[in-house]
């Protein structure tokens, strides 16, 4: 009887590079514009650009896109 292989799932890299997978589970992500023109923009928007967290909704297919992700 031959043994089948069980396939192994591809991590999504584009996905990888976005999304960092904190120590409590949580989904962390960088929005956009905080590459440049930063001078003319308060410090409140440009704070808020920095980690912000995933919705609960969009958990499960991120899971499918990152299935080695701790």
């Known amino acids: ?11 999504h890299k ?15 992500f960088k929005k ?7 001078v003319k923009k308060g410090k409140s928007p440009r704070r808020d650009k920095y980690g912000r967290v ?3 909704s969009e958990y499960r297919k ?5 299935p080695y992700a701790a």
């Open 1 to 11: 009887m031959a043994k089948i292989k069980k396939i192994k799932k591809k991590t």
């Open 14 to 28: 584009g996905t990888a590079k976005r999304i960092k997978i904190t120590g409590t589970g949580k989904l962390m």
């Open 32 to 38: 956009c514009g905080t590459r440049h023109l930063l």
């Open 54 to 56: 995933l919705d609960k």
């Open 62 to 66: 991120i899971k499918d896109l990152l």
